[in-house]
């Protein structure tokens, strides 16, 4: 069995620190893509007003091709953000709609149903320029406002986006509440909703439960996961948001359940150390602290 993961210290793992120079973004841009990992989430084209760590997206990338191999995404949450993510070449665009009225009014300004309705124009200018896009559902376990998302909140957007066209679907777990329970039952009402679209899901580790709740994703047949070298990460815009679950971390508990990601373990722990020493400081990862288990039993002495 195989889960692709896609590394968001780039964006979501910046967007809440100070902003760091397009350099430094590069040195830890350059240790996440020598981990191994096929897709990298690389910034966010929204208000530098409102997230200045991210200003500089346009300029960084201009430096992608340097990293061959590698599938870039951005995040985008309006339709000039769609322009600009196009015109700097990104072929993959992530399209976040808060399932959650006031998380979406917070996080950008407008009503979840304004947020949909500008689906099918974001997925129609995306096709038009060849590039796919990912409908990203925020809150859709709980919203830091207005407490616990109904789930047909979180299936009425997914089922407006796959009308849409989108190419991909996630459920993001934005305040990090969710528990395995609650993703199996959430992920069974999608499923059938999607058809073949791939599945995703992003989650944090705020209260402890974020790997539980991605392996509960996988076993439930999702094959697609965000993490963040180090555990970077938090939402602006939703109080108590904070650091997304752990690459290393996430890669730890499935490559010993079996399941290929494709990541070198010992990479993504030094690319953990590359991402707290970026933003200067921070607790690090359960890996960064204790470092792999040892695969090889010493031999005995005869």
């Known amino acids: 069995m195989d889960v692709t993961i896609r590394d968001v210290a780039m964006r979501d793992g910046l967007q809440i620190e ?38 500089d997206a346009a300029e960084l990338c201009t430096h992608l091709d340097r990293f061959p191999g ?19 070449g990104l072929s993959n665009l992530e399209y976040v709609v808060s399932a959650s009225d006031a998380h979406s009014r917070a996080n950008v300004g407008r009503d979840t149903e304004a947020s949909v309705t500008l689906i ?24 830091p406002f207005d407490g616990p998302t109904p789930p ?8 407006r986006a796959v009308d849409a066209g989108a190419d991909r679907i996630s459920i993001a777990d934005t305040i990090g509440t969710t528990t395995p329970g609650r993703v199996s039952d959430l992920v069974a009402q999608v499923v059938p909703l999607i058809g073949e679209l791939p599945l995703g899901a992003h ?36 109080p108590g948001a904070s650091g997304n679950i752990a690459t290393e971390d996430l890669v730890y508990l499935l490559r010993d359940s079996g399941i290929e990601t494709g990541i070198d373990l010992d990479a993504a722990i030094r690319a953990g150390r590359v991402a707290i020493g970026a933003v200067g400081g921070g607790t690090g990862s359960a890996l ?10 010493p031999a005995v002495a005869r």
């Not at 047909?152 to 089922?159: A, D, P």
């Open 18 to 55: 100070e902003p760091i120079s397009t350099a430094a973004k590069l040195e830890l841009l350059e240790a996440i893509c020598d981990t191994g990992v096929r897709e990298v989430e690389v910034t966010a084209f929204v208000s530098p007003s409102k997230v200045p760590a991210l200003a």
């Open 70 to 88: 590698v599938s870039f995404s951005a995040l985008v949450a309006s339709v000039g953000g769609v322009r600009r993510a196009l015109d700097a």
């Open 120 to 143: 099918d124009e974001i997925v129609a200018m995306a096709h038009a320029a060849g590039a796919g896009v990912e409908v990203i559902v925020a809150t859709a376990w709980d919203c």
């Open 152 to 159: 047909e909140r979180v299936t009425g957007v997914i089922s």
């Open 203 to 238: 989650f944090h580790n705020t209260r402890g439960s974020g790997l539980a709740s991605a392996y509960a994703a996988v076993q439930a047949g999702i094959s697609r996961l965000d993490a963040s070298v180090g555990g970077l990460g938090g939402c602006p815009f939703a």
């Open 288 to 297: 960064m602290r204790a470092g792999d288990r040892k695969l090889v039993a």
